[in-house]
């Protein structure tokens, strides 16, 4: 009997160790398919792939901006943050500096949609969003209003996005269709609203919430940053049926 029981005693034992074994080999597996997400900011791109992929990270540009600090061509920011502890294979997002803004917003409003795409291109710049709105009095196709204004100062990004006049819609009811404006800055979305015969009422400021980056599995491409002055809900919402006059509320990125 007691050999039994110090036969069973030394398996138990055993199955203990076993087990702590098969944890320990468990918990250095799971943190040796973990890394550190590295300081990227002010290395060139070139830089900036290299020591991701030694980290066997992905690293991808979502964003352009001007920096009178940062020279072109180098990283602006990034998204996680340096320190963050990620698995192998993680998609790193970048913002390339375009350094110092040299070109000047140029004046668009009242040109030729077509023409005002072409000054955009050829001043170096980038095409942004696109808007259309009914218009009684422009011609149609024209450029209603510009985003930047003409020699805005302190621009961030070098896109211009438009809106565009198209021909009147008329309707015996007087109704109009609420235009989206998620996606815009506040000062487009006034312009729209303002066109529109709508009346912006209140907006309120949140901060946004931050947009997951992605799984090591994920094949889908990351979202773009969501930036402050950006709108990002609107009453009504787009599609609605409103009519001249009518009160619109907006929330606006913080």
Same mark, same amino acid.
């Given at each position: 009997?007691?050999?039994?029981?110090?036969?069973?005693?030394?398996?138990?034992?055993?199955?203990?160790?076993?087990?702590?074994?098969?944890?320990?080999?468990?918990?250095?597996?799971?943190?040796?398919?973990?890394?550190?997400?590295?300081?990227?900011? =002010?290395?060139? &791109?070139? +830089?900036?792939?290299?020591?991701? !992929?030694?980290?066997?990270?992905?690293? #991808? $540009?979502?964003?352009?901006?001007?920096?009178?600090?940062?020279?072109?061509?180098?990283?602006?920011?990034?998204?996680?943050?340096?320190?963050?502890?990620?698995?192998?294979?993680?998609?790193?997002?970048?913002?390339?500096?375009?350094?110092?803004?040299?070109?000047?917003?140029?004046?668009?409003?009242?040109?030729?949609?077509?023409?005002?795409?072409?000054?955009?291109?050829?001043?170096?710049?980038?095409?942004?969003?696109?808007?259309?709105?009914?218009?009684?009095?422009?011609?149609? =196709?024209?450029? &209603?209003? +510009?985003?930047?204004?003409?020699? !805005?100062?302190?621009?961030?990004?070098? #896109? $211009?996005?438009?809106?565009?006049?198209?021909?009147?819609?008329?309707?015996?009811?007087?109704?109009?269709?609420?235009?989206?404006?998620?996606?815009?800055?506040?000062?487009?979305?006034?312009?729209?609203?303002?066109?529109?015969?709508?009346?912006?009422?209140?907006?309120?400021?949140?901060?946004?919430?931050?947009?997951?980056?992605?799984?090591?599995?994920?094949?889908?491409?990351?979202?773009?940053?969501?930036?402050?002055?950006?709108?990002?809900?609107?009453?009504?919402?787009?599609?609605?049926?409103?009519?001249?006059?009518?009160?619109?509320?907006?929330?606006?990125?913080?």
């Amino acid at each position: 009997m007691t050999s039994l029981f110090r036969a069973l005693s030394l398996l138990l034992l055993l199955a203990c160790v076993a087990l702590a074994s098969a944890i320990l080999t468990m918990k250095l597996v799971i943190h040796s398919a973990e890394v550190t997400i590295p300081n990227l900011k =002010g290395k060139t &791109l070139s +830089q900036a792939h290299r020591q991701a !992929a030694a980290l066997q990270l992905d690293v #991808r $540009i979502v964003n352009h901006l001007y920096s009178p600090t940062i020279p072109a061509g180098r990283v602006l920011n990034q998204s996680p943050a340096p320190g963050t502890t990620v698995r192998i294979g993680w998609h790193m997002q970048i913002t390339e500096s375009l350094g110092p803004r040299t070109t000047s917003i140029p004046t668009l409003t009242g040109e030729p949609s077509n023409i005002a795409i072409r000054q955009i291109r050829q001043s170096g710049l980038q095409l942004g969003s696109l808007a259309y709105l009914p218009s009684q009095t422009a011609t149609s =196709g024209a450029v &209603l209003a +510009q985003s930047p204004q003409a020699g !805005a100062l302190g621009v961030a990004s070098p #896109r $211009i996005s438009l809106l565009i006049a198209t021909p009147p819609v008329h309707n015996s009811a007087q109704t109009l269709v609420m235009p989206a404006l998620k996606g815009q800055t506040l000062l487009k979305a006034r312009q729209i609203l303002t066109h529109a015969g709508l009346k912006l009422t209140s907006f309120r400021r949140i901060y946004p919430a931050i947009r997951p980056i992605g799984s090591v599995s994920s094949t889908a491409p990351p979202q773009q940053p969501i930036l402050p002055g950006t709108v990002i809900a609107q009453t009504p919402p787009s599609g609605y049926r409103v009519k001249p006059g009518d009160s619109v509320t907006l929330t606006v990125a913080k």
